[in-house]
């Protein structure tokens, strides 16, 4: 526990410094493409029925999984046998790259600057990166409320779940996360090539996110009383308006971040084309603007920071609590 822990620290402190550079090739990359080429493999294996493709998506989750898991903890399991500290360093650049907080922080101020510009056009390109929905009208306003909402869920999916797999399993128990993860980001589509196919890989993300999300927007609402923000009013949304979303997931983080910075976000939204209603999420107390994105951005680290507080101080408490037992 405390191996992982320590570990888990030093590359907590290398993604807020750090980020992810683009010249290193990130372990993510590799889990999309072993799903794109299982996916290929499995679709000319299986049956083009709706049973067929439900199976291949379910053989997919196993695979990919199953190998996400095992090489980095095979890895890991090497480096210890070389030398300890091999395996230190091993986990703590592992966990580093499966963090996101400085990445996510990055990309949406790509966005921030270029709204700041006056830049439209930039900005949807920039907010294309890192958004599944399509950008091509969407106007400046619908440019922030788009990189808030992707600060807002992803403070979750890439910051505060992964912490909590990390810390509750190294390694290994984190790439099984991302691997879900990256899987429903690829096929988890309810569109017409990834109905079937993708619904193994949906239903899992919502398995394994059910319980992080709803521990994030709390984290997000306790941090949001070490910032300039609503607390108050964070908690009141968050309680109101946490189900306003198809995913059983989704709006717990981006409740809290409407309400802490009074903002009214979600709404119907085009994906491939297509126009999807979606029902809104906060109270539209002012108008959103491209500072929020900045904002977004300070409550998502502070609620970084204090998560990794919170274990770390819950650690000490526990071998505080076993050494009272030795004299016992």
């Known amino acids: 526990m405390r191996f992982t822990l320590c570990a888990l ?15 290193l090739y990130h372990p993510i990359q590799a889990v999309g493409n ?13 049956p083009k029925t709706r049973g067929g493709e439900l199976a291949a998506g379910a053989a997919l989750v196993v695979v990919v999984a199953g190998i996400s ?9 090497g480096a210890g046998r070389i030398h300890r500290g091999l395996a230190f360093g091993l986990c703590a650049l592992f966990s580093y790259q499966l963090l996101a907080t400085r990445a996510l922080k990055d990309e949406s101020m790509k966005v921030h600057r270029a709204l700041k510009k006056g830049d439209l056009s930039g900005a949807r390109q920039a907010v294309a990166m890192i958004v599944g929905r399509d950008t091509e009208s969407l106007t400046e306003e619908g440019v922030a409320k788009a990189a808030i909402e992707t600060v807002a869920e992803n403070t979750s999916d890439g910051v505060i779940a992964p912490l909590l797999f990390l810390a509750l399993g190294g390694p290994a128990l984190g790439f099984f996360y991302k691997s879900i ?16 196919f993708g619904r193994a890989a949906a239903r899992l993300d919502d398995l394994v996110n059910f319980i992080p999300a709803r521990l994030s927007a709390l984290f997000m609402v306790a941090a949001s009383a070490f910032t300039p923000f609503d607390t108050k009013n964070a908690w009141h949304i968050y309680r109101r308006d946490h189900a306003n979303h198809a995913s059983p997931n989704s709006a717990h983080t981006e409740a809290v971040m409407a309400g802490a910075l009074g903002l009214q976000l979600a709404g119907d939204a085009f994906y491939f084309g297509k126009r999807y209603e979606k029902p809104t999420i906060g109270d539209k107390l002012r108008e959103v603007e491209a500072e929020d994105i900045r904002r977004a951005d300070l409550l998502m680290y502070v609620t970084a920071l204090f998560t990794m507080g919170l274990m770390l101080l819950v650690f000490v408490g526990v071998d505080v609590a076993r050494y009272r037992l030795l004299f016992i």
């Open 181 to 196: 993860n990256t899987m429903d980001s690829m096929v988890g589509y309810k569109n017409e090539k990834y109905l079937y």
């Open 34 to 46: 072993l799903i794109a080429f299982s996916e290929k493999i499995l679709r000319c294996l299986f």
């Open 9 to 23: 620290l030093l590359g907590f402190l290398l993604d807020l410094l750090l980020g992810d550079p683009h010249w």
């Open 69 to 77: 898991t095992a090489v980095p903890a095979l890895l890991i399991y």
